[in-house]
């Protein structure tokens, strides 16, 4: 199963993934696409570890997650990607719109031959205020357009808020 869980900042979609994870009974690698880039960032990095068990593998890849997840998949492993918006924001920072291109097509290219359980956290980005600046306004456009063709393809989306979940596709939590 592929699914996607969207929610804003806290709303607690990335403590529902790691819970549909531990309860999938399948070997869990965590897949981190942050850098700490700074002081906050790292300690939400830290928090974020914290919260993970231990026996969980970790992939902290900022860039290539098609590569990552076509070399990780296995139908005994549940992936969980934490999260998509961060990895596209890492593209996006690269200032190279070639190489965004072919990420997310690499990425919705390999989507559905990957086998095992794959969830798929993201920040939903598009309810809020139209950002003022160029980068912001690509940023929120880039991933509504993901989210789209993620939810597209899964055949669970979540959407997140304030800790509970509201199922948009497929079946019941």
Not at 14 to 38: F, K, Q
Not at 124 to 131: D, N, R
């Amino acid at each position: 199963m592929h699914e996607l869980i969207l929610g804003g900042a806290r709303s607690g979609k990335s403590h529902l993934a790691e819970r549909l994870a531990l309860e999938s009974g399948l070997a869990v690698t965590y897949i981190a696409t942050s850098e700490p880039l700074d002081l906050e960032m790292g300690q939400r990095i830290a928090h974020h570890r914290q919260r993970r068990p231990v026996h969980w593998q970790l992939i902290e890849e900022p860039l290539q997650l098609a590569k990552v997840l076509r070399d990780n998949a296995a139908p005994e492993r549940c992936l969980l990607v934490d999260c998509l918006t961060l990895w596209l924001s890492n593209l996006l920072m690269l200032n190279d719109d070639e190489r965004l291109q072919h990420e997310i097509d690499a990425l919705l290219a390999c989507f559905e031959a990957l086998p095992g359980r794959i969830i798929f956290v993201s920040n939903e980005t598009g309810l809020g205020v139209i950002p003022l600046g160029e980068l912001t306004r690509r940023y929120v456009d880039q991933a509504g357009w993901l989210h789209q063709a993620l939810a597209e393809r899964c055949q669970r989306v979540v959407f997140t808020v304030a800790g509970l979940p509201m199922l948009l596709k497929g079946a019941a939590l």
